[in-house]
């Protein structure tokens, strides 16, 4: 072999050599930048799986189930006469016209009223160291609270006789009622689910509005499957989710009893019934002189 042939063999080998020598350190850096690529990459994962373990978790575990609430637009369609001396605590439409629970001691009552007149058909007077509260109706049987007696009642619907009395460990506020539960609420903020005939606790429902307990419920409605639910003291109407409590929305009634027709003795809005005929919304106040016809400005 001739230097020149030994040459022309290897020069090329040299070359790749020489060449793969000078590109060791770049091949070598491949898998090199590729780690920190990827330590990069995971850096973040890293970094972030504790964090989501640990604060992530706890700031938003809470807000997670946070229903907001909604204010929901309504108007007032008809008004109906009231009497003025009703002390308004439950409020139930059947067949055409309404039952009511009046309040206040010694003036305590459960009547029938004429719709639209707000004649009292029937009224029978309660005890009068007993203050009248929620109202409910299931079957025939009328069923009233009071409020700090720990007493509730329960009434022929058709000729007001007395059936029975019935004894619960809280005050008495207000009364409705789902298919299957009579549901309570005693001032707090939990509503009280109980079988309609022995009176015992099914269950318990915490009511929370923007992920906050929502004490002084007062009188309720069930409608089409939402407890509405007036805020004592307030001219709030809360919708609650009969599953998880939390408010989905609610009414701000200010003003729905006009300065024009207010005498001064008038108490806060208190009643709700609803005509599931006819989808008809009726609100009502202590001492107010009439019933209020209301429709949401917007689908429910
Ligand atoms: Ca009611």
Redesign the pocket.
């Not at 009643?271 to 609803?274: E, L, Q, S, W």
């Given at each position: 072999m001739t230097t020149s042939r030994f040459f022309k063999i290897l020069g090329p080998a040299a070359v790749l050599l020489f060449a793969g020598w000078i590109a060791r350190p770049m091949l070598q850096g491949v898998p090199i930048q590729r780690d920190i690529a990827q330590a990069q990459s995971n850096a973040p994962v890293e970094a972030t799986a504790p964090v989501e373990a640990t604060a992530p978790v706890e700031a938003t575990a809470p807000t997670r189930n946070v229903v907001a609430a909604r204010e929901v637009a309504w108007q007032v369609v008809k008004s109906f006469p009231h009497d003025p001396n009703a002390f308004l605590q439950?409020?139930?439409w059947h067949d055409g016209g309404f039952y009511e629970s009046t309040g206040l001691e010694g003036r305590s009552t459960l009547r029938r009223v004429e719709f639209p007149s707000g004649k009292v058909l029937r009224k029978r007077d309660l005890p009068p160291d007993v203050f009248g509260e929620?109202?409910?109706l299931w079957g025939d049987k009328l069923i009233q609270l009071t409020w700090q007696s720990h007493v509730g009642y329960v009434w022929n619907r058709r000729n007001f006789q007395l059936l029975r009395r019935w004894n619960y460990p809280t005050e008495g506020w207000?009364?409705?009622n789902d298919d299957k539960n009579l549901i309570l609420s005693d001032g707090s903020d939990t509503l009280f689910f109980l079988d309609p005939q022995t009176f015992a606790r099914v269950r318990e429902l915490k009511v929370t509005m923007n992920g906050r307990a929502l004490p002084y419920l007062n009188?309720?409605?069930w409608i089409d499957g939402e407890i509405?639910a007036n805020v004592w003291q307030t001219d709030r109407i809360v919708r609650i989710d009969p599953r998880s409590g939390a408010v989905r929305s609610f009414l701000n009634l200010s003003g729905v009893l006009p300065t024009s027709l207010r005498n001064g003795q008038e108490d806060v809005l208190n009643?709700?019934?609803?005509d599931e005929k006819t989808r008809r919304i009726f609100v009502g106040g202590k001492l107010w002189p009439r019933i209020f016809q209301i429709e949401l400005k917007e689908a429910a």
């Open positions: 439950g409020l139930v929620g109202l409910a207000g009364l409705t009188e309720l409605e509405w009643g709700i019934a609803y």
